[in-house]
């Protein structure tokens, strides 16, 4: 039988609901193919699946462990979402979490005492400036000299997380601690906790409405739309171009800059080394499942909060650490190609002409 | 004689959304004719081609080839049946070389490039065919003429029987259309069939052998060449509507200066001087015309004047407020309008819908938006008021503008540049590629954007449309200012030897 060519169409309109539907197929079938190397490590396959989703999303205690985790994830999400808004590529969220964190939390820990409200405002304030001036140089080289932003900012956060390093094992080392992390900041600046939820979540909620709106209703989104859609006719309305990609690319490293916020004052409660964990990079596969859009990140961001839960806690099963971030890895990959089908029809042309295929 | 067609399409029949792109459309196409598809924009002639090419599946309808059903999956089965096209936007490598390009095209190009044989069979057919074309000469040096020589080239060294040519004289001056067609009635004479896409019909009439008009999607008409009349194309092209004559009316006298324009110097984007130093002033209420073949600075002149191009030198003033180095936000709001010769690059944005593109310059007004929130009921009244008032046909104001077709998407351009009143509207070849249709109503809104005071600076390759609307005409030629003449005080013959270049 002769074998035909393959064809990719592109589909014009994906329904909502197919959006919603496709994603969870991918991931049954990503769990289908990591119970192989399940099996091949000698465990159940079934009721290792059972023991993380009945864990991460069934639970009460899992599932707010499940959220807390995805709560940097969606202040990256969010970054990354809102930075490919206007086709920036901002692969630095997890430098800017790290030097947001890094000036949030030296404020929370060597900073003055303020009252409460204000302490919060400060610590808040800082993380989403560190995260904005970080990811400021990388803005002013992309809009005045058009250096790449993708390299500047992915070079940004070694330097970023090295400068972490060198705080936490160096003058920001708690005394008699012998892993890299500070003291605990004030437990005045602890952020409430609802429920085992922190109440961070709240916030990212807020913002990631807000987002929305803003993007959608404002004219400054108005304006980062035509941006991103044609540069020249953005030029030829007199947008100016080259002060949005300062503006958004800010705003982008600035709620990266939150992702260290959340973390700082609603879980660790410390700053220590290599404190973002890669979030930042997780956060760029949340934007683009998301599509960019905020409110998806949100939700996109408690699955991938419950999948990292989920293979923490199959460890105590006996199943290795590895084989954990193998099913992470392999569900991820599941859906991001799962996203492709989402916009592309695949069909079998078969040749009926005679001699019409060669080898 | 009873031929035997090499190409036969039956009940040819593609939808797109709503709307009948093509409904059940019957072709012929004999060895050896030039065979013209004429219509406006948007009546199915591209939609048809594209079936043909294998580029669209119809949702009905057979094709035949040699009396022989085939189906047209792919690009590849008609390039295998020996059909190819030419498109308007040609597909060449800039940087390489025409032979280069020519092998890149050839499907059963050999591993080894072989140049010497491809260039051999260049010239072969460059003596054969009167294509004259340079095969060691890079891409990016050559005219559109002579790359759309090259793009006749490649369809040749492929053995194309069928030659199908998407608007080929609209990028051509008449000299180099004439030129044109003798290659394409030599390829016919050798047995080669030629479909070549139109709305002109007096090019049509002297070119073509047979001629299908098509309306709406369907074939309103078709006939011999020698049967056709001005006449009856317009009845089939247009249909019973009505054609509003454009009346140009005797110019005003006495008055105002508007734009004084002082040895202006340009860069282009090779960063080579596109304007040498010119001087003009331009007058409220009248069409000031810039004549010159393409390339000879009217580009960077329109972008200089709008404010998207860095003027280098020289000044502009525009009723006696400098604004040479004024940016271009402020000179919309001092009432500068341009409309840019590609539209979809700049001016319009294809993949927005139309109430974002109608806003584009008014956003920030506050009818528009209001605390930096945009209003969209009354951007959507905005936009439906320029869809009536210009008649806009359009799949809806959710859509995106870059499916509409040309005609539709420049009456949208113009409507929104037009609707602050600006005092100076710069129009870049504002009818270029458009049918009859458009271009009567685009000529009528600029003619009354005049007569309410406003200047006009119109910018046209196409002599006729310069004398039919402006009242003065500059002619520039390779960044040279050449002259100014009141357009009732001169003719063609000196319009025409002022843009060759002699100095009157």
């Known amino acids: 039988m002769k074998i035909g060519t393959l064809r990719f169409e592109k589909k014009q309109t994906v329904s909502l609901y197919k959006k919603i539907l496709n994603p969870i197929v991918f991931i049954i079938l990503g769990m289908a193919f990591s119970c192989v190397f399940i099996a091949a490590a000698g465990f159940q396959p079934i009721a290792v699946f059972a023991k993380m989703i009945s864990y991460s999303f069934l639970s009460a205690k899992g599932f707010s462990s499940s959220v807390n985790a995805a709560l940097p994830l969606m202040f990256c999400g969010l970054s990354v979402a809102i930075a490919f808004k206007m086709n920036l590529n901002n692969i630095g969220a997890e430098g800017q979490y790290a030097i947001g964190a890094i000036l949030g939390g030296g404020f929370a820990l060597y900073g003055p005492d303020l009252p409460a409200p204000f302490s919060w405002i400060a610590v808040f304030l800082l993380c989403a400036l560190g995260g904005g001036l970080w990811a400021l140089i990388a803005a002013a080289l992309k809009a005045y000299w058009k250096i790449n932003e993708t390299i500047v900012t992915l070079m940004l956060n070694y330097i970023a997380l090295l400068l972490l390093d060198y705080l936490c094992y160096g003058p920001w080392m708690a005394p008699k601690q012998t892993t890299a992390m500070t003291s605990t900041i004030p437990k005045s600046l602890y952020l409430p906790m609802i429920n085992g939820i922190s109440s961070g979540v709240f916030l990212a909620i807020l913002i990631a409405v807000l987002l929305y709106l803003f993007l959608r209703y404002t004219t400054v989104g108005y304006r980062i739309d035509v941006i991103k859609n044609s540069v020249r006719s953005a030029e030829y309305a007199g947008i100016p171009v080259k002060k949005f990609i300062l503006i958004v690319f800010v705003l982008s490293g600035a709620l990266a800059g939150l992702a260290g916020f959340v973390e700082v004052t609603g879980i660790l409660h410390r700053v220590q080394s290599q404190l973002p964990r890669g979030s930042g990079y997780t956060g760029i596969v949340i934007a683009y499942l998301s599509q960019f859009n905020p409110l998806a990140v949100i939700i996109v961001a408690i699955l991938f909060g419950g999948l990292q839960n989920g293979s923490a806690i199959v460890q105590i099963m006996g199943v290795p650490s590895q084989i954990a971030t193998m099913i992470q890895g392999t569900i991820m990959v599941f859906v991001i190609v799962g996203e492709f089908f989402n916009h592309y029809r695949i069909s079998v042309d078969r040749e009926e002409k005679k001699g019409g295929a060669r080898t | ?504």
């Open chain 2, 1 to 504: 004689m009873e031929k035997t067609a090499i190409l036969e399409m039956k009940g040819i029949t593609k939808k797109f959304e709503n709307v009948m792109a093509n409904d059940h459309i019957d072709l012929q196409l004999f060895p050896g004719e030039i065979h013209a598809l004429l219509g406006e924009n948007g009546s199915g002639k591209s939609t048809l081609m594209n079936v043909l090419l294998g580029i669209y599946k119809p949702n009905h309808g057979e094709i035949f080839f040699n009396g022989e059903k085939v189906n047209m999956k792919t690009p590849k089965n008609a390039a295998d049946l020996g059909i190819g096209m030419v498109h308007q936007h040609f597909a060449l490598i800039q940087p390489l070389s025409v032979a280069e390009n020519i092998f890149l095209s050839i499907e059963k190009g050999s591993f080894i490039l072989n140049q010497q044989k491809i260039e051999k069979q260049i010239s072969e057919y460059s003596q054969k065919f009167a294509l004259d074309v340079d095969p060691k000469a890079k891409i990016w040096q050559l005219s559109v003429g002579e790359q759309q020589r090259v793009e006749i080239m490649k369809l040749l060294c492929r053995d194309s029987r069928i030659l199908v040519l998407d608007e080929p004289s609209a990028v051509l001056t008449p000299q180099e259309a004439n030129e044109m067609f003798k290659t394409l009635r030599r390829m016919a004479d050798e047995g080669k069939s030629v479909i070549v896409i139109s709305h002109k019909m007096n090019e049509v009439m002297e070119h073509a052998d047979r001629i299908t008009v098509l309306k709406n999607g369907r074939i309103a008409d078709e006939m011999l060449a020698a049967e056709a009349s001005i006449e009856r194309l317009t009845r089939a092209v247009v249909g019973e509507r009505d054609i509003a004559q454009v009346i140009h009316k005797p110019q005003h006298q006495d008055k105002d200066l508007l734009v004084e324009a002082t040895q202006l110097r340009v860069f282009n984007d090779k960063g080579l001087v596109a304007l040498h130093d010119i001087s003009f002033q331009l007058f409220e209420g009248e069409i000031f015309g810039i004549a010159g073949v393409a390339g000879s600075g009217q580009r960077e002149l329109a972008e200089a004047l709008a404010g998207v191009r860095k003027i280098s030198s020289g000044s502009v003033a525009m009723k006696g407020v400098p604004i040479t180095n004024k940016n271009i936000e402020e000179r919309i709001s001092m009432g500068i309008s341009f409309i840019p010769e590609d539209r979809l690059k700049m001016g319009l944005i294809p993949g927005m819908n139309m109430m974002k593109n109608a806003i584009l310059k008014e956003f920030k007004a506050r009818d528009y938006s209001k605390y930096g929130i945009l209003r969209n009921k009354s951007i959507r009244a905005l936009t439906q008021s320029y869809v009536q008032r210009h008649d806009i046909k359009h799949g809806g104001l959710d859509l995106p503008v870059g499916l509409m077709s040309g005609g539709n998407q420049q009456k949208l351009l113009i409507a929104r540049e037009i609707n602050g009143k600006p005092l100076l509207i710069i129009a870049a070849y504002p009818v270029r590629g458009l049918d009859i249709g458009a271009t009567v109503s685009i000529h009528q809104t600029l003619l009354e954007q005049r007569d309410r005071g406003a200047c006009v600076l119109l910018i046209s390759e196409e002599l006729d449309e310069i004398f039919e609307m402006c009242d003065r005409v500059a002619v520039l030629c390779d960044g040279k200012l050449m002259g100014i003449r009141n357009t009732d005080e001169t003719d063609y013959g000196e319009i025409g030897r002022m843009m060759s270049g002699e100095s009157a």
